[in-house]
């Protein structure tokens, strides 16, 4: 639907009969707030606009935090869930990969439910399969509930792992939109972190009703925070627009600026409601698009899931007595690198850190790579191995904490920056698609690979790792302190 001017005339949201409404309308206590400003000196804590946006995002942070414990999950349960179901290594292989089988269906259809119902209600979409899902493997006697179970999670993470990114950098000021953009990795982090600890003290059945809370928490969070303001913009609904625009930046701004750019910027993309696939040969479309599916697939290849994966038998042969500990451990060092990047992603910029990400990444897969080729190479008893064990740690250490700088947080953050309002949803809904499908093929083969030779395995991963830095130099532009409508204008020069 296009954005036309003369809907302020004829009633905006009201007028149009034809106008899609949002999913989830936005809460009158807007407009309240906005009345009683004046009268309420605490309101001002309401009128901040960080404040505003922070909770907001916070509040959509809960898919992350339950798209990470879903992914977490099937680490700390494997020895426990396959002793009570009887399962075989590979029904339990098979269960771990159903959910990245679940997230590409959710991928396909992200784009087109975020686009048609909105930011708000694709999410709570979202939600309800992924509480289904685990009850279903609470209360599993047997494979198929918890096939099915892995299943509905993984099309609910889909869902969020389009939306999420893609709802926080259209809310976002432009100069807050890389550290909150972020915000959407350090989550996923968190979950996993919580699932890996939570798994140290509590029985499988009961961890998958811990899975629950983050999206029956979700659910009613979402009907106090507004909508995405550009989406709005984009469905013609001009007065919701303008009132999601101004709590988000605070009663008391001036948001007129803001609201131009996005008028020209929607009304332009209107001027052609769809695209044929002869034009995604122009550069506008063909290079954001190019970007945000390379960074997106490459994130994966890189290998951070077939290391994470090993890195339990790393520590082991390092002499680490307790590997699930150390996988915690691991799990806190993401999370903490996560937030340094969270907190450099508006001050280095983008392309910085993802230059560092990628160049500490090929440098971490290097040592590890040689130590496995030299510990192949030695008797087990000698110094030397012992040497290139602790390497391999170092080694594995520095990959984990160099893809959290940059290529876990930061390809979300560009994708949902440089993709074109006419072909956000299809181009998105690819991109994410990608995504999973890399995740799919690295978990699935990381066994494989790591039977045949630990020394090739990483080898693999360095190579890609170090295309990756080259792809980022030669192709990824900075979007630090631009606009969504800059960013994506300078792609038509």
């Keep these: 639907m296009s954005f036309r001017d003369d809907n302020e005339a004829g009633g905006g949201a009201g007028g149009g009969g034809d106008l899609r409404k949002p999913f989830l309308h936005t809460g009158s206590w807007y407009r309240m707030g906005s009345r009683q400003s004046s009268m309420m000196g605490s309101s001002q804590v309401i009128r901040e606009s960080s404040i505003s946006v ?47 089988v679940g997230a590409m269906v959710g991928a396909i259809a992200s784009g087109q439910i975020a686009e048609y119902i909105g930011r708000k209600g694709s999410l709570m979409i979202a939600a309800i399969p992924n509480i289904i899902g685990w009850l279903a493997i609470s209360f599993a006697k047997d494979s198929s509930f918890l096939y099915m179970g892995r299943l509905l999670e993984g099309f609910g993470v889909g869902i969020i792992s389009y939306t999420v990114p ?33 798994g140290l003290f509590v029985e499988w059945r009961i961890l998958a009703v811990l899975g629950i809370l983050p999206c029956t928490v979700l659910i009613p969070g979402l009907f106090f925070i507004p909508e995405s303001p550009r989406w709005l913009a984009k469905m013609g609904m001009v007065e919701e627009f303008e009132t999601s625009l101004q709590v988000l930046r605070g009663f008391d701004t001036d948001i007129s600026v803001e609201v131009n750019e996005i008028k020209r910027s929607v009304a332009s993309a209107s001027k052609r409601t769809t695209i044929r696939f002869v034009e995604l040969k122009q550069r506008r479309y063909w290079l954001p698009l190019m970007i945000g599916i390379g960074l997106l697939i490459l994130q994966q290849l890189s290998g951070i899931n077939g290391v994470l994966f090993y890195s339990s038998t790393i520590f082991e042969d390092a002499g680490v007595t307790s590997s699930n500990v ?66 391999a740690v170092v080694g594995v250490v520095v990959m984990v904490v160099s893809f959290s700088l940059g290529m876990g947080p930061i390809p979300w953050v560009i994708m949902s920056e440089i993709l074109p309002v006419t072909i956000k949803g299809l181009a998105g809904s690819t991109a994410t698609l990608f995504n999973w499908f890399g995740a799919w093929v690295v978990t699935m083969t990381a066994n494989l690979l790591l039977n045949w030779s630990g020394g090739g395995t990483f080898t693999i991963y360095m190579v890609l790792s170090a295309f990756t830095l080259a792809f980022v130099v030669i192709w990824v532009p900075e979007t630090k302190g631009r606009t969504l409508e800059e960013i994506q204008w300078s792609f038509r020069r």
């Design 166 to 198: 893609v709802y926080i950098a259209e809310i976002a000021p432009q100069n807050l939109r890389g550290g909150l953009g972020s915000v959407n990795q350090l989550s996923v982090t968190i979950g996993i972190m919580l699932a890996y600890l939570l």
């Design 326 to 391: 150390a996988t915690v451990g691991l799990g806190a060092v993401q999370v903490i690198a996560t937030a340094v990047a969270t907190w450099l992603a508006d001050k280095a910029g983008r392309r910085l850190l993802l230059i560092i990400s990628s160049a500490g990444m090929t440098f971490g897969l290097i040592v590890v790579a040689a130590s496995f080729y030299v510990k192949d190479a030695v008797s087990d008893e000698s110094t030397l191995y012992n040497v290139c064990c602790i390497l």
């Design 54 to 100: 922070l909770a907001c995002v916070l509040i959509v942070a809960l898919g992350p935090i339950q798209f990470g414990f879903t992914g977490g999950y099937s680490s700390p349960t494997q020895s426990a869930i396959t002793k009570d179901l009887k399962l075989t290594v590979s029904e339990y292989s098979l269960f771990g990969s159903l959910s990245n």
